[in-house]
């Protein structure tokens, strides 16, 4: 009876051996080299993994840095420090990152707007997006389930009276709520931007007008009143080039919809 307990043990006690020895091999044959300026690179950025600079994520680009070739400022998120951070370790000169921050292209709240019927599917925007088009009257209006607060890492969205809204304090720019925005409200323009239009429905004005109340109706009274040409009507929806934009305010106060708006006035 003690053999029977006691060859079982010695078995299974021999094969770990045998594992871990097996395991030190591997370790020791198979190990490759990391290079340490890719671990202290790594180590500088934010861990956002947004993929705002143009890499999958942070260790894509930290290994892209370490071989470099690759600019130093694409960290979005991490802004001026960080490409200050990623130039000390390589010893090249600090690039200024272009820090830019998000804006939902809709002013569709529940007091503007309506739905069209009562969605209960999954409560998700993508999910509600494939259900012919969304529950709002308006088929460009944001929907409000949330799918880009589920993807933003640094709480900078919210849902007020039906739509999303971006707190530019703690907007990175890092672009994930616009990739996850199935309507595609949702755009990232300069820091200093302050400027935008409040609508992304590109139908005719007289439809536009009997879905919401502040959306663009595409009446170009923006564009000519425009002093240096930084509004453009075009597909009947004002879009701001914001490099013009001298922030005059004359198309704000000119829109008969509200559909401009000012976020710093």
Known sequence: MPNEILYPVLILGGLGILATVILFIAAKFMHVPVDERQVALRAALPGANCGACGFAGCDDYAKALAAGGVKTNLCVPGGDACAKAVSEILGTEAEDVLEKKAFVRCGGTCENTEKLFRYKGTPTCRACNAFYA????????????????????????????????????????????MEACPKNLIILEGKAAQVFVRCHNERKGATTRKSCKVGCIGCHACEKICPTGAITVENNLARVDQEKCIRCGACVEKCPTHAIVDLGA
Do not use: H, P, W
């Open 134 to 177: 969304g529950d709002g009257i308006c088929n460009d209006m944001c929907l409000g389930y949330g799918d880009c607060i589920a993807a933003c890492k640094f709480e900078a969205i919210s849902i007020k009276d039906g739509i999303a809204v971006i707190n530019r304090q703690r907007c990175t720019g890092c672009g994930m709520c």
